[in-house]
């Protein structure tokens, strides 16, 4: 039960309020006043923690939460909070306990939220009297301070949380997921993560940050970061698969044609972005014709090297002998609608006609010769929008 | 179709301002529009705590777009613009902001809360791009603003009187109005009347596209735009997302002439293969493009019990 207390003088109705103002709600002499409170309320007044002890018995409190070692002369406001993970705008939450270790998440959470480095923060708290679960043949912790360290040892977010504690073995997908949510490159991630004492099933490289770029799944991807690292492609996809990621970039030739970053490459000039495999409609026409005149291959051909790469057209496409730049133009305007899987409908017909300027006839009839099934029974129009 | 988060804002990429980030991995606070969000999990990163973090990292002064998602906005109401308007006087080059970005599996459309955007719009005199997405609670202040070019408002039940307040409020730099109104049964339900002042064109003379979007009363509107003094000012219309059926679509063709127009936009909509084709070849030729994607098809109500007689089984883009 909170009641008002019944001595007047300022300090003492500081060092009994639970916020340490001066102000309800109170601390009853029934209860067992956490160190942290002894260590803050040093820090407010200015006395020692030893004083604070001395004139808290004083007034009653018989149960008072003290180390088992010497007690420290003086405390700072600022240090002592980190033994209050839970503070937020300056509104103080549960204090740490003597009783049992502190864990990595305590520290961390706590020197990301004072801008102190992992390392001077446990220096802190084992200064005080905490323990922290440091455990054994651990390596230090870092001396440089990182805001991401609490967001990188959570595993997860549900409920109070699920925490990864020092020595843990983290896996490559876990490294690659907590990158993503952290908005960092894996490879920073995982640097951190083994300097904060973690244990990864890799040994991360600083080539890794290259590797990993643009997702790392994409046959055009493998094949520019290999060229540029001197390296097999099958040396990449084998890192790559090391690191954490399930590569589905088709087949990577070992030994790559010189066209084939530009076919690979979405804007046909050999460079990023790269085109990626899809399984489902697989290779869109427009690209393949686009790639038969940057290279000036044959579709057919274009085709053929392509699917060797995994990138396969559906059965139903029909490839004309000579790519046509007006068929390219055709397919801008219907691909972002439709793929070769579906039906290409009247309200189709006449949005690529308007951007084409073609009639609707017209395009109907193109698009079926391309293989698109057009099942709705209209009589298309000849005539030709303005465009 | 469902909403989602926008990736292009401002003609700016998006960056999600990242959870504990690194100050010296952010980029220049002009570069990108600036989103917000924060996890829904105690152990996220407070809204408060991530709110500092970008003030204090952050030249607010070069920031030219911001966007605001969960929670700043969220099921349980509007307001986040409130963290704005409080630094205002440090947002001095902010152009452009979007106030709920949130997707469906954060909160549905209708759940979105907005506020009185009043004292956000007078705080900010040099906007001229806002985004909202959600509906509830929204006012808009009828004084309008004086240098706002773009409004979108995109909701699944858009409150009738906030919509009136649009229609009514005072825009002259206004270039670009989408409106989506939603339905009635999510709050929605705007009539032609409520919107008379912007069909007459008044308070917004430098309108160049409008957008009725989204409403199950689009045959009406198209009626109403047949005849609506605002349309020849209009470089582009859209009256999409919406229940238009072959009746709208006669009378809009009957109505002014529309051939001064670029683009019209009809997607999402219930009209037969014959109107389709009778629009593009009335239009087309003449140098408006018009966009008929999304034919739907009424749903069949007959053997569902709990539905009105006068039900048809037209249905918006964007409801709940």
């Given at each position: 039960?909170?009641?008002?207390?019944e001595?007047?003088?300022?300090?003492?109705?500081?060092?009994?309020?639970?916020?340490?103002?001066?102000?309800?709600?109170?601390?009853?002499?029934?209860?067992?006043?956490?160190?942290?409170?002894?260590?803050?309320?040093?820090?407010?007044?200015?006395?020692?923690?030893?004083?604070?002890?001395?004139?808290?018995?004083?007034?009653?409190?018989?149960?008072?939460?003290?180390?088992?070692?010497?007690?420290?002369?003086?405390?700072?406001?600022?240090?002592?909070?980190?033994?209050?993970?839970?503070?937020?705008?300056?509104?103080?939450?549960?204090?740490?306990?003597?009783?049992?270790?502190?864990?990595?998440?305590?520290?961390?959470?706590?020197?990301?939220r004072?801008?102190?480095?992992?390392?001077?923060?446990?220096?802190?708290?084992?200064?005080?009297?905490?323990?922290?679960?440091?455990?054994?043949?651990?390596?230090?912790?870092?001396?440089?301070?990182?805001?991401?360290?609490?967001?990188?040892i959570?595993?997860?977010?549900?409920?109070?949380?699920?925490?990864?504690?020092?020595?843990?073995e983290?896996?490559?997908?876990?490294?690659?997921?907590?990158?993503?949510?952290?908005?960092?490159?894996?490879?920073?991630?995982?640097?951190?993560?083994?300097?904060?004492?973690?244990?990864?099933?890799?040994?991360?490289?600083?080539?890794?940050?290259?590797?990993?770029?643009?997702?790392?799944?994409?046959?055009?991807?493998?094949?520019?970061?290999?060229?540029?690292?001197?390296?097999?492609?099958?040396?990449?996809?084998?890192?790559?698969?090391?690191?954490?990621?399930?590569?589905?970039a088709?087949?990577?030739?070992?030994?790559?044609?010189?066209?084939?970053?530009?076919?690979?490459?979405?804007?046909?000039?050999?460079?990023?972005?790269?085109?990626?495999?899809?399984?489902?409609?697989?290779?869109?026409?427009?690209?393949?014709?686009?790639?038969?005149?940057?290279?000036?291959?044959?579709?057919?051909?274009?085709?053929?090297?392509?699917?060797?790469?995994?990138?396969?057209?559906?059965?139903?496409?029909r490839?004309p002998?000579?790519?046509d730049?007006?068929?390219?133009?055709?397919?801008?305007?219907?691909?972002?609608?439709?793929?070769?899987?579906?039906?290409?409908?009247?309200?189709?017909?006449?949005?690529?006609?308007?951007?084409?300027?073609?009639?609707?006839?017209?395009?109907?009839?193109?698009?079926?010769?391309?293989?698109?099934?057009?099942?709705?029974?209209?009589?298309?129009?000849?005539?030709?929008?303005?465009? | 179709?469902?909403?989602?988060?926008?990736?292009?804002?401002?003609?700016?990429?998006?960056r999600?301002?990242?959870?504990?980030?690194?100050?010296?991995?952010?980029?220049?606070?002009?570069?990108?529009?600036?989103?917000?969000?924060?996890?829904p999990?105690?152990?996220?990163?407070?809204?408060?705590?991530?709110?500092?973090?970008?003030?204090?990292?952050?030249?607010?002064?070069?920031?030219?777009?911001?966007?605001?998602?969960?929670?700043?906005?969220?099921?349980?109401?509007?307001?986040?613009?409130?963290?704005?308007?409080?630094?205002?006087?440090?947002?001095?080059?902010?152009?452009?902001?979007?106030?709920?970005?949130?997707?469906?599996?954060?909160?549905?459309?209708?759940?979105?809360?907005?506020?009185?955007?009043?004292?956000?719009?007078?705080?900010?005199?040099?906007?001229?791009?806002?985004?909202v997405?959600?509906?509830?609670?929204?006012?808009?202040?009828?004084t309008?603003?004086?240098?706002?070019?773009?409004?979108?408002?995109e909701?699944?039940?858009?409150?009738?009187?906030?919509?009136?307040?649009?229609?009514?409020?005072?825009?002259?730099?206004?270039?670009?109005?989408?409106?989506?109104?939603?339905d009635?049964?999510?709050?929605?339900?705007?009539?032609?009347?409520?919107?008379?002042?912007?069909?007459?064109?008044?308070?917004?003379?430098?309108?160049?596209?409008?957008?009725?979007?989204?409403?199950?009363?689009?045959?009406?509107?198209?009626?109403?735009?047949?005849?609506?003094?605002?349309?020849?000012?209009?470089?582009?219309?859209?009256?999409?997302?919406?229940?238009?059926?072959?009746?709208?679509?006669?009378?809009?063709?009957?109505?002014r002439?529309?051939?001064?127009?670029?683009?019209?936009?009809?997607?999402?909509?219930?009209?037969?293969?014959?109107?389709?084709?009778?629009?593009?070849?009335q239009?087309?030729?003449?140098?408006?493009?018009?966009n008929?994607?999304?034919?739907?098809?009424?749903?069949?109500?007959?053997?569902?019990?709990?539905?009105?007689?006068?039900?048809?089984?037209?249905?918006?883009?964007?409801?709940?």
């Amino acid at each position: 039960m909170r009641r008002t207390p019944e001595f007047e003088d300022r300090d003492d109705l500081l060092i009994t309020s639970y916020q340490l103002r001066g102000s309800a709600p109170w601390r009853t002499s029934d209860e067992t006043v956490p160190y942290g409170h002894v260590l803050l309320a040093a820090a407010t007044t200015g006395w020692s923690p030893g004083a604070v002890v001395a004139r808290l018995t004083a007034l009653g409190y018989a149960e008072i939460e003290l180390p088992a070692g010497t007690l420290p002369v003086s405390v700072a406001r600022e240090d002592v909070l980190l033994a209050n993970t839970e503070v937020r705008d300056g509104h103080l939450g549960r204090w740490a306990g003597l009783g049992a270790p502190l864990t990595l998440r305590h520290v961390l959470q706590g020197a990301g939220r004072t801008g102190r480095s992992p390392a001077e923060a446990e220096r802190l708290l084992l200064s005080f009297g905490y323990q922290i679960g440091t455990g054994v043949g651990h390596p230090p912790l870092p001396e440089s301070a990182d805001p991401r360290d609490i967001g990188l040892i959570r595993t997860d977010a549900r409920g109070d949380g699920t925490w990864l504690e020092r020595g843990a073995e983290v896996s490559a997908r876990q490294v690659l997921d907590v990158a993503a949510e952290l908005g960092c490159s894996p490879y920073a991630a995982a640097g951190r993560l083994v300097a904060l004492g973690f244990r990864l099933p890799y040994t991360p490289e600083p080539e890794d940050e290259r590797i990993l770029g643009d997702g790392g799944r994409s046959g055009g991807h493998i094949l520019a970061v290999a060229r540029e690292l001197g390296r097999r492609p099958s040396e990449i996809v084998a890192r790559l698969r090391v690191l954490g990621l399930e590569i589905d970039a088709g087949t990577v030739p070992e030994t790559p044609e010189p066209d084939d970053f530009v076919l690979l490459s979405e804007e046909l000039d050999g460079r990023w972005p790269w085109l990626r495999v899809n399984r489902v409609v697989g290779v869109q026409p427009r690209h393949l014709l686009r790639a038969a005149l940057a290279t000036g291959r044959a579709p057919a051909d274009v085709a053929e090297r392509l699917a060797s790469m995994g990138h396969r057209l559906p059965g139903n496409a029909r490839l004309p002998e000579v790519a046509d730049a007006a068929d390219v133009r055709l397919l801008a305007a219907v691909e972002p609608t439709c793929s070769l899987l579906d039906n290409v409908h009247l309200e189709h017909v006449l949005r690529a006609a308007s951007l084409t300027g073609r009639s609707p006839a017209d395009v109907a009839e193109r698009l079926v010769a391309l293989g698109y099934r057009l099942p709705d029974e209209v009589a298309y129009p000849r005539v030709r929008g303005a465009l | 179709m469902s909403v989602r988060h926008v990736e292009q804002f401002y003609g700016l990429p998006v960056r999600t301002f990242p959870p504990y980030a690194h100050p010296e991995e952010l980029p220049d606070p002009d570069a990108v529009a600036w989103r917000f969000q924060c996890g829904p999990y105690a152990t996220d990163e407070d809204v408060e705590v991530c709110w500092r973090r970008f003030t204090e990292s952050v030249e607010l002064e070069k920031v030219r777009a911001v966007i605001l998602g969960q929670p700043w906005y969220d099921a349980d109401g509007g307001g986040g613009e409130r963290f704005l308007t409080e630094l205002a006087y440090r947002l001095t080059a902010l152009e452009a902001v979007f106030l709920g970005d949130l997707e469906e599996d954060e909160a549905m459309v209708s759940w979105i809360g907005q506020s009185d955007l009043g004292p956000f719009l007078a705080a900010f005199p040099g906007l001229r791009e806002l985004h909202v997405r959600g509906g509830q609670g929204l006012a808009f202040p009828v004084t309008g603003h004086e240098g706002l070019r773009v409004l979108r408002v995109e909701s699944g039940g858009l409150p009738p009187e906030a919509a009136e307040q649009i229609a009514a409020a005072e825009l002259p730099a206004l270039e670009r109005l989408e409106l989506w109104l939603g339905d009635e049964d999510y709050g929605g339900g705007t009539t032609v009347a409520q919107l008379a002042p912007l069909l007459a064109g008044t308070g917004k003379q430098n309108l160049r596209h409008l957008g009725v979007q989204n409403s199950p009363l689009q045959d009406e509107f198209a009626a109403a735009f047949a005849t609506a003094p605002v349309v020849e000012r209009l470089a582009s219309l859209s009256l999409s997302m919406g229940t238009l059926s072959d009746t709208g679509a006669e009378a809009l063709l009957g109505g002014r002439p529309l051939t001064h127009l670029k683009e019209l936009d009809l997607s999402h909509h219930f009209l037969s293969h014959a109107m389709m084709l009778r629009i593009w070849t009335q239009l087309e030729p003449t140098g408006v493009r018009v966009n008929l994607i999304g034919r739907q098809e009424a749903e069949d109500y007959s053997d569902v019990d709990y539905m009105a007689d006068d039900a048809d089984g037209r249905y918006i883009a964007v409801a709940e």
